[in-house]
């Protein structure tokens, strides 16, 4: 891949990246540059490697989720060299985002995993955050691994009726 190309990909990272509030998935990531034909899947995971290694990009790993976040340094540099970018390219991320924020939120807000406690059980950590603010945090204690897995699977589509259910009782 050309350093030119790679070059181009970093910036159109950073710059969808620096257009919302929080993280944005691979997935998420890969859709838009995938579906646009902009570069390969090998070549993107080059590139979000790179931009890691290089401190522009904060990588968040979660069980079945990689999450990227711009850190100030790649915040700094898209400021900096966002003119590199077409007009024509920034429209098509602004339009992708502008299409799909809702959704992109609520993918990357809505995060489970979970881990074996000290104790002997297994704890499902599940959470739904709003930018940098936790709107819900579980931790479940469990003493199989498959039902801490289960809940996990679950929390994604459970989340909002749980939250709910939680709000109106407490209220």
């Known amino acids: 891949m050309n ?10 990272i950073l710059y969808m990246l620096s257009k919302v509030n929080f993280p944005l998935s691979n997935n998420q990531i ?13 070549a993107l ?3 979000l490697s790179a ?6 990009i904060q990588v968040m790993n979660y069980r079945n989720s990689t999450q990227y976040k711009l850190t100030q340094e790649g915040s700094e540099t898209i400021a900096f060299f966002n003119s590199k ?3 024509a ?3 098509e991320i602004d339009a992708y985002l502008k ?8 993918e990357v807000g809505t995060t489970s995993d979970y881990y074996r406690s000290t104790s002997g059980d297994y704890v499902a950590h ?3 955050k709003e930018g940098d603010t936790n709107l819900i945090e579980l931790n479940i204690s469990v003493p199989l691994e498959e039902q801490a897995d289960a809940m996990c699977a679950k929390w994604k589509e459970a989340s909002q009726e749980i939250y709910d259910y939680i709000i109106h009782k407490l209220m």
């Open 3 to 12: 350093s030119e190309a790679t070059t181009l990909y970093k910036l159109m």
């Open 99 to 106: 299409e799909n924020k809702y959704d992109l939120k609520c």
């Open 45 to 47: 995971q080059e590139v």
């Open 51 to 56: 931009l890691s290694e290089d401190g522009f």
């Open 30 to 42: 890969s859709e838009f540059m995938l579906d646009k034909q902009y570069t390969t899947y090998f």
């Open 89 to 91: 390219i920034r429209e």
């Open 85 to 87: 970018i077409s007009n």
């Open 126 to 128: 599940c959470q739904v």
